[in-house]
């Protein structure tokens, strides 16, 4: 019973394509987040959205943009993908109040690969 | 803004070794802080945290204790394992209002234990 799953876990794809990354959470969480990982391991938060709603937008590039169609899911689409877009991208979630509201549980990671 | 500095890797200890993974941080307030572990291939998890002054963090024989005075935030492990090898990440949280609650990490430190 996987608690916060993303597909593909890998993904490769041309410069210029449009794709997408699906993200799912089964916690009950109301706080979902995205992230990237560059390949020196650099985390860094792109979005997250709480009960479907943007709460933070890290000037991404507007070609990003993600979807939460209910509460347990958090979609990211890319348009006309660029070599720098490579990279680990992360999903996480977090609970609403309660003493683990400040802690959050990420997702296996989607490898995505521009040639 | 909010930074976090962390020791560079990568960290090659032998088992059993007695580990410390150093971490400051910078930001206004009083945030939280914690420590993730990304073992090859997975996400993020989180190891522990401390969400206030003096406290320690404690798991799987990890420690960390939030020092405001030298803003730190060491990890320290008393005897590694083979199977602690993997990258940690030092991260601070603050609450920017209402459901905004953002982590903001370091690079990253990759701690590999020979037998």
């Known amino acids: 019973d996987t608690a916060v799953s993303q597909t593909p876990k890998y993904l490769v794809t041309q410069m210029g394509n449009d794709k997408s990354i699906k993200c799912e959470q089964n916690?009950?969480?109301?706080?979902m987040y995205w992230y990237k990982q560059d390949s020196k391991k650099f985390l860094k938060i792109m979005f997250s959205?709480?009960?479907?709603?943007?709460?933070i937008n890290e000037t991404v590039p507007n070609r990003f943009s993600p979807k939460s169609p209910d509460k347990a899911h958090l979609n990211l689409h890319i348009n006309s993908l660029e070599l720098g877009d490579s990279a680990v991208y992360f999903c996480?979630?977090?609970?609403?109040?309660?003493?683990?509201?400040?802690?959050?549980?990420f997702g296996p990671g989607t490898r995505l690969t521009v040639l | 803004g909010n930074s976090v500095t962390q020791m560079e890797g990568p960290v090659t200890l032998s088992e059993e070794a007695f580990l410390t993974i150093n971490c400051t941080y910078t930001?206004?307030?009083?945030?939280?802080l914690f420590w993730y572990v990304q073992y090859p291939g997975e996400g993020l998890q989180l190891l522990l945290k401390?969400?206030?002054?003096?406290d320690k963090g404690s798991n799987k024989g990890f420690e960390a204790t939030y020092r405001k005075e030298t803003t730190s935030f060491h990890l320290e492990k008393g005897s590694v394992q083979v199977s602690d090898s993997a990258v940690y990440f030092c991260?601070?949280?603050?609450?920017?209002?209402?459901?905004?609650?953002?982590?903001?990490f370091g690079k990253g430190t990759l701690l590999t234990v020979n037998p």
């Open positions: 401390a969400t206030k002054a003096d």
């Open positions: 916690l009950g969480h109301d706080t």
């Open positions: 959205y709480n009960n479907k709603e943007l709460i």
């Open positions: 991260a601070l949280g603050r609450n920017s209002g209402g459901s905004n609650y953002k982590l903001t």
């Open positions: 996480a979630s977090s609970p609403p109040q309660g003493p683990r509201f400040n802690e959050q549980f």
């Open positions: 930001a206004t307030g009083y945030p939280s």
